[in-house]
């Protein structure tokens, strides 16, 4: 079975349609309008195995946060409704990755309760013309959104491009194995008999 989500998303600060396909190729389609963050968006698409497309226009005359931090919104919308009743998933999911001189280790659980950690320091306010405090903000959204618990450690890293790129790609990672189908446990995989809160 595919697990597809369609989400739509229109305020006064920003208009989103979106289209998740967790049970994808890694294909990355569409624009937020900034342009490094679709460049973190399309490694999360293809370490994840997802396919993705994005259409936002965003206030970006104000600033970039209203168009990041909306697209984590619907992102993680999309996770909870693609992944259903959660039945038959892993549930946890682990991922430690280099990128050059970062490591990064990143960790889910798919609980149906949301918390974030995250201790990822930057040494710069920006990456070009990307505020580095908005992929906190990105996956807070997303977490909070997608009800769940992840946790994003850097071991250490000097170059913050790197760091960013270390997160993105190590949160698919581990987010595929959360979401991977499990054959020994075909229910939900909790003593509760669900995820959803």
């Not at 979106?18 to 569409?30: I, K, P, Q, V």
């Not at 919104?73 to 039945?87: E, H, N, T």
């Not at 149906?112 to 996956?139: C, H, M, Q, S």
């Amino acid at each position: 079975m595919t697990r597809i989500a369609k989400i739509e998303r229109d305020t006064t600060e920003t208009q989103i349609k979106l289209e998740l396909n967790l049970d994808g190729s890694g294909n990355f389609t569409g624009s937020t309008g900034v342009g490094f963050f679709d460049h973190m968006l399309q490694l999360f698409t293809r370490h994840g195995c997802f396919d993705l497309n994005v259409d936002v226009t965003g206030d970006l005359h104000v600033d970039q946060h209203h168009t990041v931090e909306d697209t984590g919104i619907c992102i993680g919308q999309a996770i909870r409704q693609a992944i259903g009743d959660k039945k038959g998933i892993r549930r946890y999911g682990h991922f430690t990755l280099p990128m050059e001189e970062t490591l990064c280790s990143t960790v889910w659980d798919l609980s149906g309760r949301y918390f974030l950690v995250f201790n990822a320091p930057f040494t710069t306010e920006k990456i070009g013309e990307f505020d580095t405090e908005l992929v906190e903000d990105f996956w807070q959204a997303l977490a909070a959104n997608a009800l769940c618990n992840f946790h994003v450690n850097i071991h250490y890293g000097r170059n913050n491009h790197h760091i960013a790129e270390a997160i993105f790609k190590c949160a698919a990672r581990s987010l595929r194995m959360a979401i991977e189908h499990d054959p020994r446990s075909p229910g939900v995989p909790s003593t509760k008999g669900t995820l959803n809160g």
